[in-house]
């Protein structure tokens, strides 16, 4: 019932930018903490970047100064701007969310995922 969307992946080159963006819907009756994590083929799924409902947010050391997370509350909507890539940021980039779906707890909930792929 509850559904996050990513969209925005792509292939960019070395140097380039991308702007993922998550999409929340469904039964939802209030979101904590929203946030980007990445798995690259034979790695494990890390954490990008975290933001609060206030605002506050955390990044991974290998991202800082490069990736920005936002998110827009009403429209229950997370970004991550992705500057200056790297070969090494391709992953499948997933949204996730801690969720009231209307049990008296936060649970949390994941994207399909979005392939991020820099090459040249």
């Known amino acids: 019932q509850v559904q996050l969307v990513e969209s925005g992946g792509g292939l960019v080159q070395p140097g380039g930018s991308l702007r993922l963006s998550c999409a929340a819907s469904?039964?939802?009756?209030?979101?904590?903490?929203m946030g980007w994590y990445r798995q690259a083929p034979g790695k494990e799924r890390e954490l990008v970047a975290r933001i609060t409902r206030g605002g506050s947010t955390n990044y991974a050391d290998s991202v800082k100064g490069r990736f920005t997370i936002s998110r827009e509350n009403a429209k229950r909507m997370v970004y991550l701007q992705m500057n200056r890539l790297q070969p090494e940021d391709t992953a499948v980039y997933y949204c996730?969310?801690?969720?009231?779906?209307?049990?008296?707890?936060?649970?949390?909930?994941w994207g399909q995922g979005t392939q991020v792929t820099v090459s040249s």
């Open positions: 996730n969310g801690q969720i009231n779906a209307g049990d008296w707890q936060f649970s949390d909930y």
């Open positions: 469904g039964r939802i009756f209030n979101i904590n903490d």
